[in-house]
Every structure is written in C-alpha cells, then in structure tokens.
C-alpha cells in the first residue's frame, strides 16, 4: 500500500491503471477507521481492480471548530488497520490540495440534503458533496462505497454523482454493528463505558418501531412510545426521530411506501445516528 498526498503523483498512478484496463474502486473516509470502513473496503476490493482508501478531515463539514479539533486523526493506525487488506493506495491528501488558494465552489445538493442531519447541521451536506466531488474526480473513480449508517449521505452523493454526470458508480453498504446493536461510529469512542452501555438503547429502540410500523401499528404511536423508551433509558435529547420514504427522504406519517426510521439523539455530549428500513408488508405476511 503507497501512501499518497499530491494529487499530480495520484494522477500519475491512476493513468498507468487507466492504460492497462484497470478499474478503480474508491473509499472515502476521515479515518478512525472502524469494521465498518473495512467492510467497505473488502466491497470495494471484490468489485474493482485496484483500491484506493482517502483520508481527509475535512473541515468544511463540521458545525464547530471544537467538533473539527475533537475528531480523532490517527493516520498511523489507520494505516496498519489497512495492511491486511491489501489496498493500493492511502491517499491522504494535504489541505490545499482539496482546498486550494482562491477555493471558490461549493457543490450543493437540494432536496434529499433537508431535513434530518441536514437541518441540525446547516452547511454540513455541502462541505460533503464538495469534498466527494473533488475526491471521486481526483481518483477517476470507477465506483465509490458508502456506509448506510449515514443513509442521508449517501442519498445526497448519489444525487450529485448523477446530477454532475460523474461517471461513479455509488454503491452503498450495509450498516455495520457492534455485539449489542450500537451503529459502528468513529464518535463511539467519546462516549465512555456508562453512555457506551446506555447506547445500546438506540438500535434496539429503533428496531422495535420498525418492527411495530412493519405490523401495522400507527407510526406516530410507535415513535411515541420509542420516545418515552429512549427518554426512559437516559438518551439525554433526540435531535430528530421521524418516518422518511426510501431513497427520496419525504417526511411520512404512514409507511405504506418504502420508508425508513431515522433517529439523531446525544448522549454525553455525543451525536449519535441510525436509520434502519421498514419491512414492507406483503399481503400474506
Ligand atoms: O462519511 C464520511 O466519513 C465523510 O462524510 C466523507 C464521505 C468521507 C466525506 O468527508
């Protein structure tokens, strides 16, 4: 695996693959990297000739300056939990690389980026679809891969890679959990052992809604009694907990399209997410 900061060598290395036929699969990423980058990563190795995983922290998609300062950069760990995955690169791009002198666009998706995260986090969607732009291009990327934990990312990046005519193929991938349920998060390892245990009251939470939305109890009372439950349990605020329709995002109050239940929710001063989808009821189930 080459570690990689300039995007004329990256250039360089990508076009010697272009010549020989090789496509290119890409994984995006801040690093702190956890199972569910590395699950990403193993999708990306089964379906592209090479692999490239980026690393950039970038700034334009955080809401603070402490929440930036807070992430975690661990490039030499992330590395090594590369090692084993036989990757081609670790692009890890210096800032003015992204960012240039005189940096002046800002790609921004409407739509599937309002509301949820969006809402709470203003401006957070269009730091991302501007830094996914530049990385898919700079890596001339044949396909990217995306966790389902950030189901509203991944919507927004599907949007613009059709809306631009980028030619990345954007592939999403199944959320990744720990033994208790708990949405694998890079932001996981801030909350300490007493919110850790409380945590598990989220997934299980959600998984209970949906499973009384998917039997035909009515939403607003299942996300009542989720509520009261994560109340209960010591969830400290639920920033949003709501029914939204598979992929487009639209606000629901019945699930009789494809639906999915969202939750954004602090717990010792740290924002945790999930979505998981409703089942859809077929007429002998
Ligand atoms: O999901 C993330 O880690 C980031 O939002 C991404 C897609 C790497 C863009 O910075």
Redesign the pocket.
């Given at each position: 695996m080459k570690l990689i900061r300039r995007k004329t060598d990256l250039r360089a290395i990508t076009d010697g693959w272009r010549r020989a036929g090789e496509t290119i699969g890409v994984v995006?990423?801040?690093g702190a990297l956890h199972a569910g980058?590395l699950s990403l990563v193993k999708a990306a190795s089964a379906r592209a000739d090479r692999v490239i995983v980026?690393l950039?922290?970038?700034p334009r998609?955080f809401n603070s300056p402490e929440d930036l300062a807070k992430y975690p950069r661990t490039e030499d760990s992330d590395a090594q939990k590369l090692a084993p995955f036989n990757i081609d690169l670790l692009y890890v791009p210096a800032p003015e690389e992204i960012y240039p002198e005189g940096f002046a666009t800002t790609v921004s998706v409407s739509g599937v980026s309002e509301g949820l995260c969006g809402a709470a986090r203003p401006g957070h969607f269009d730091?991302?679809a501007t830094?996914?732009s530049k990385?898919l291009l700079q890596t001339d990327a044949d396909c990217a891969f995306?966790?389902e934990k950030?189901y509203q990312?991944l919507q927004v990046?599907r949007r613009l890679a059709r809306d631009l005519d980028l030619k990345t193929e954007i592939v999403g991938c199944p959320t990744v959990r720990e033994a208790d349920g708990l949405a694998m998060s890079?932001r996981n390892a801030r909350l300490g052992d007493t919110a850790r245990d409380t945590a598990q009251i989220v997934p299980r939470t959600l998984e209970a809604a949906i499973n009384a939305i998917a039997r035909g109890a009515p939403a607003a009372d299942a996300l009542d009694r989720a509520r009261m439950a994560l109340t209960d349990a010591g969830i400290e605020a639920i920033e949003y907990l709501e029914l939204r329709s598979d992929p487009d995002l639209r606000l629901l109050t019945t699930a009789d399209e494809p639906a999915r239940l969202f939750i954004a929710a602090w717990l010792n001063g740290v924002r945790l997410i999930d979505n998981m989808q409703i089942a859809r009821q077929t007429p002998d189930s």
């Amino acid at each position: 695996m080459k570690l990689i900061r300039r995007k004329t060598d990256l250039r360089a290395i990508t076009d010697g693959w272009r010549r020989a036929g090789e496509t290119i699969g890409v994984v995006p990423t801040m690093g702190a990297l956890h199972a569910g980058h590395l699950s990403l990563v193993k999708a990306a190795s089964a379906r592209a000739d090479r692999v490239i995983v980026t690393l950039f922290v970038n700034p334009r998609q955080f809401n603070s300056p402490e929440d930036l300062a807070k992430y975690p950069r661990t490039e030499d760990s992330d590395a090594q939990k590369l090692a084993p995955f036989n990757i081609d690169l670790l692009y890890v791009p210096a800032p003015e690389e992204i960012y240039p002198e005189g940096f002046a666009t800002t790609v921004s998706v409407s739509g599937v980026s309002e509301g949820l995260c969006g809402a709470a986090r203003p401006g957070h969607f269009d730091g991302v679809a501007t830094v996914v732009s530049k990385l898919l291009l700079q890596t001339d990327a044949d396909c990217a891969f995306f966790g389902e934990k950030d189901y509203q990312q991944l919507q927004v990046v599907r949007r613009l890679a059709r809306d631009l005519d980028l030619k990345t193929e954007i592939v999403g991938c199944p959320t990744v959990r720990e033994a208790d349920g708990l949405a694998m998060s890079s932001r996981n390892a801030r909350l300490g052992d007493t919110a850790r245990d409380t945590a598990q009251i989220v997934p299980r939470t959600l998984e209970a809604a949906i499973n009384a939305i998917a039997r035909g109890a009515p939403a607003a009372d299942a996300l009542d009694r989720a509520r009261m439950a994560l109340t209960d349990a010591g969830i400290e605020a639920i920033e949003y907990l709501e029914l939204r329709s598979d992929p487009d995002l639209r606000l629901l109050t019945t699930a009789d399209e494809p639906a999915r239940l969202f939750i954004a929710a602090w717990l010792n001063g740290v924002r945790l997410i999930d979505n998981m989808q409703i089942a859809r009821q077929t007429p002998d189930s």
